[in-house]
């Protein structure tokens, strides 16, 4: 018999045909295999029990980067062909979006990196089908080595005989190099001849390197040297931010935070997050890599390079981004060298150039489940189903905090890497570049932009600017709303709590702590959290104290004596009054700040979420008392409650816990009362894993279906997606 099967999903450039021909050969069937615009197509011909062997083993042993979706076969009139072949696409077959996620070295590739034997020994740059760089060397389409920064390499009779053997490892694998005719590392000033090792000596001795990975530089410097850590804080003006680590293996990751099963698998997934696990008191770190934070970032090696250095080193090191203060993080040569210079003692760098600035990615598990805080290396630009299907192509562009942009076409978006905060005109830059990138790349020609509804926002302005597109303006909320919907497949209604730190709302105040009710095409407020002034505006974002100056005032109570002494209390506390220059909020944001201020965790931040960070970090874990929250989200008794134990001397981290508890609390009883089927959490706030944990806890022992963002931030990086989705379903 002869069966054509049709294979959707991620399956070019990920080794699938090469994987057909080897199973199919082994079968004895015979036939072809090709890649046209929608996957790949095989034809198989053998005896009937062959043949359904083949189709059994076709998606259970795929290669490991491939995602089948769809398996479609139908039987075809044999034709009487021998042998297997692998043929070329059909002219303009080739798709736009064989492009795949950068991925971990695999177990192969890292076996010949350590073989004294092999010919690809220590070679920094080794990859092949199953592992190595791809979206961040990405030019152009189609997905071919002259369309990535390979180009400039032309391999050798030895890496070109492996590209052209279908049953080589390395076949079509696009980056694939040796040290014969691939990249070379080099650590300036210095002409060793094996550049890793020679980092790695410098590195032990306690110099800061500027280190260039897969997605861009990063500063390294031994975890466990307070001289070197303490160094590359104050010259990187980073003043609290906690550090991500790098450790050379499970097992030395183990040594520095308690990881359970969720974690593990995280750590060691193709994606390579960061991920943030509770550090053990015992960690061998310095004291500034996370002051007073009760967890670490941790990651383990993803690229070669790393791999060898991290063994070469023998210690954990701090691999933070390479940048100062809040600029982006540098990944061309030559502004690496110009604004890494005052902060880096020597360079680690090479000669593949990085086409797009990606992030690593950074994972927190809550519950055993993962819950993406920052999506970008290993994640993007892997697409994401809708719920619904997209009758025109759509741009979404975001908000403006840990700006992330989205296309979307048919049942399909594509959400970019973290672009950062839209506040300069670097991150614009690169929020422009990545827009139009993402358009080749997936062949996306946006005739519906949507966008966020606040007036003053760089992304908003950019959706303003194209002409000749139909422009869908989404409320801030509604987008975290339907961005959880859409994730989770959802398109009927349901109730969400939605908290965070600032959106704008429809009716032109702050908004931040709201219970939405609605779907993908619209939405209802149906509660949110008793508004109070912020005052000065954004100043109160800033500091903390100000919002504990608007709740204690609201509540009518008078704030802790150490606050009110401070230098412009007064002043704060008129415009709390008047509402001069200070808008009303909503927001939960806000009321954390308040609680971190009024219990003297944080009057001041020097990063968005701080305060909120620390007050969930105080928390006693063992307790659970609560406070009263008043009906219909009123957190004016919270807040006296709060400031009566602080009179009575009691402890900071009691104090969180009962105000995390009764926030959980309130906020299951609110929407219980709504009587809802199905629950959304989210908002940046709901990256809280306290908050989070308790309030799921309580709607599921109520019977509620709870969803949760997993595979996309909580946060404002998930905007853009909620945004594609509402287009989708309304335009
Ligand atoms: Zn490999
Ligand atoms: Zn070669």
């Known amino acids: 018999m002869r069966v054509r099967a049709r294979v959707e999903g991620t399956v070019q450039g990920v080794g699938f045909r090469p994987y057909v021909y080897r199973l199919a050969s082994e079968l004895g069937c015979s036939g072809h295999v090709l890649n046209d615009a929608r996957g790949v197509v095989v034809e198989v011909e053998a005896d009937t029990k062959s043949v359904e062997r083949f189709l059994a083993r076709l998606p259970a042993e795929a290669p490991p980067l491939a995602r089948i979706e769809r398996v479609a076969a139908e039987s075809v009139p044999v034709t009487g062909e021998t042998g297997f072949a692998i043929r070329a696409s059909p002219p303009g077959g080739e798709p736009s979006a064989a492009v795949t996620a950068d991925t971990a070295t695999c177990a192969e590739c890292l076996e010949e990196l350590f073989d004294p034997a092999d010919r690809r020994h220590r070679y920094p740059f080794v990859n092949c089908t199953n592992c190595g760089p791809r979206f961040t060397i990405v030019r152009g389409v189609p997905y071919d080595r002259p369309l990535t920064t390979m180009a400039g390499f032309t391999m050798c009779p030895a890496c070109a005989a492996e590209y052209e053997n279908p049953l080589d490892r390395r076949f079509h694998a696009q980056p694939n190099a040796c040290p014969e005719c691939g990249p070379r590392a080099r650590l300036v000033g210095s002409d060793a001849e094996d550049a890793v ?14 280190v260039k990975g897969v997605g861009g530089y990063h500063l390294a410097c031994r975890a466990d040297d307070e001289a070197a850590v303490a160094a590359l804080r104050a010259r990187k003006h980073r003043e609290d931010k906690p550090f991500a680590l790098m450790a050379p293996t499970v097992v030395a990751a183990r040594a520095l935070v308690a990881l359970g099963p969720a974690e593990e698998d995280l750590l060691v997934s193709g994606a390579r997050p960061i991920v943030l696990a509770p550090r053990r008191p015992d960690a061998p770190v310095a004291a500034a890599v996370a002051p007073g934070a009760p967890e670490l970032g941790v990651m383990l090696p993803y690229s070669p390079l790393h791999h060898l250095l991290l063994a070469d080193v023998g210690a954990p090191l701090v691999l933070t981004s390479g940048n100062v203060s809040d600029e982006p993080i540098a990944y061309t040569d030559d502004d690496a060298l110009e604004r890494l210079a005052p902060i880096a003692d020597g360079f680690l760098v090479h000669d593949r150039p990085i086409q797009t600035r990606t ?13 993406v805080l920052r999506r970008s290396r290993g994640y993007v630009p892997d697409s994401i189903g809708l719920p619904v299907t997209a009758r025109r192509h759509v741009l979404a562009c975001g908000a403006e905090l840990k700006s992330t942009f989205c296309v979307a076409k048919g049942a399909r978006a594509w959400v970019g890497h973290h672009i950062g905060d839209l506040q300069n005109y670097e991150t614009l830059r690169s929020f422009v570049a990545g827009v139009a990138h993402f358009e080749a790349l997936f062949a996306v020609k946006p005739e519906v932009v949507a966008h966020d509804l606040h007036p003053e926002y ?5 959706a303003l600017e194209r002409d000749g597109v139909d422009l869908v303006g989404v409320q801030h909320h509604h987008a975290h709303l339907a961005a959880c919907l859409a994730e989770h497949g959802e398109t009927g209604q349901a109730l969400g709590a939605i908290y965070d730190g600032t959106g704008y709302g429809t009716d032109g105040t702050v908004w931040g702590g709201e219970l939405l009710r609605g779907d993908l095409c619209g939405f209802e407020r149906v509660g949110s959290l008793f508004a109070v002034r912020m005052p000065g505006g954004e100043a109160a974002i800033r500091q903390p104290w100000r919002m504990a100056c608007a709740w204690t005032q609201a509540a009518g109570v008078e704030a802790p004596a150490a606050l009110a002494a401070r230098p412009g209390w007064d002043e704060v506390s008129a415009l709390a009054r008047t509402g ?6 909503s927001s939960v944001g806000r009321l954390f700040d308040a609680v971190a201020a009024l219990c003297g965790l944080r009057s001041e931040i020097t990063y968005e979420g701080q305060a909120a960070i620390e007050l969930e970090a105080a928390c006693d874990a063992a307790e659970r008392g609560a406070y009263a929250f008043g009906p219909a989200l009123d ?3 919270t807040v006296a409650a709060v400031v009566d134990d602080i009179a ?8 969180a816990a009962r105000f995390h508890n009764a926030l959980a609390a309130a906020t299951a009883r609110a929407l219980l009362e709504r009587g809802p089927d199905t629950v959304v959490l989210s908002g940046g706030v709901f990256a809280n894993r306290r908050l989070l944990s308790r309030t799921r806890a309580l709607l599921g022992e109520a019977g509620v279906r709870v969803l949760v963002p997993e595979r996309l931030p909580p946060g404002d990086g998930g905007i853009s997606y909620g945004q594609a989705a509402v287009a989708a379903a309304s335009a």
């Open 197 to 210: 090792a020679a980092a790695a000596s410098v590195l032990r001795d306690g110099a800061i390197l500027a």
């Open 359 to 371: 992030d690593d990615s950074v994972v927190r598990v809550v519950d055993e489940r993962p819950l």
């Open 635 to 637: 957190a004016r008794p």
């Open 580 to 585: 001069v220059a200070s808008p009303l909020t």
């Open 458 to 462: 760089l992304s908003t302005k950019v």
């Open 648 to 655: 009575r001397g009691t402890d900071a981290g009691v104090i």
